[in-house]
């Protein structure tokens, strides 16, 4: 099975900044198949990207995705006040699917 | 666009199965090639996949999990369902059904359901 680690596990930062999340898989993962999800409380996941860096319909640009093989990244260019949340990595293969463990993005 | 809608007990005993339903609307469970899934979130972390289903009904199970789960999907009332057995506290958590479309991600998720596990 393979394990996705995020990192960091929390990222603080302000409304404007650049942030920078990392998803590393334990074993190569198919560019086709590395998703990455959106999380506020209470509230389902979101699929912002899938396919490493193809974004999910009506996310904004200031969200992008890229990264191959065992090292991935999603980057939101501008934090946007509704954009502190939690983020999730996804992946399948051999017809298993595994998330990785999230990482917070708070408010400094 | 779809709709899928978590429905079964909140409240489920140790030992016992949990059983839950996912309703779908806005489409035919049979049209989609891909999976229909669960997905489960324990209060206060991560997600973690517990299993899909092809509308065939081919499942796929997490391997922490397969000895405890089984999946199946009643394609006449556009429904899956989850039952997971012999449960305790460690299964309490919020219950998702999920569609993951091309690309393996899942592109539209249920509202999700509590289920605890209690005496």
């Known amino acids: 099975e393979i394990v996705l680690m995020q990192s960091p596990g929390t990222l603080s930062l302000s409304p404007g900044e650049r942030a920078t999340l990392s998803c590393r898989a334990s074993?190569?993962?198919?560019?086709?198949?590395l998703a990455w999800y959106q999380q506020k409380p209470g509230q389902a996941p979101r699929l912002l990207i899938y396919?490493?860096?193809s974004r999910a319909t009506g996310i904004p640009d200031r969200f992008s995705g890229s990264g191959s093989g065992t090292d991935f990244t999603l980057t939101i260019s501008r934090l946007e006040p509704e954009d502190f949340a939690v983020y999730y990595c996804?992946?399948?293969?051999?017809?298993?699917?595994?998330f990785g463990g999230g990482t917070k993005v708070e408010i400094k | 666009q779809l709709q899928l809608q978590e429905s079964g007990p909140g409240l489920v005993k140790p030992s016992e199965t949990l059983s839950l339903t996912c309703t779908v609307s806005?489409?035919?469970?049979?049209?989609?090639?891909?999976?229909w899934g669960w997905i489960r979130q324990p209060p206060g972390k991560g997600l973690e996949w517990i299993g899909s289903?092809?509308?065939?009904?081919?499942?796929y199970y997490s391997p922490s999990l397969k000895s405890r789960v089984t999946i199946s999907v009643d394609t006449s009332k556009n429904q899956f369902s989850l039952k997971l057995r012999s449960v305790t506290a460690a299964d309490t958590a919020v219950y998702y059904c999920?569609?993951?479309?091309?690309?393996?991600?899942?592109?539209?998720w249920g509202q999700g359901t509590l289920v605890t596990v209690s005496s």
């Open positions: 999920a569609h993951s479309g091309s690309h393996y991600a899942f592109d539209y």
């Open positions: 806005g489409g035919s469970i049979s049209s989609s090639s891909y999976y």
């Open positions: 289903i092809y509308y065939t009904g081919s499942a």
């Open positions: 074993q190569s993962v198919s560019s086709s198949y």
């Open positions: 396919g490493a860096s």
């Open positions: 996804q992946q399948y293969g051999s017809s298993s699917f595994t």
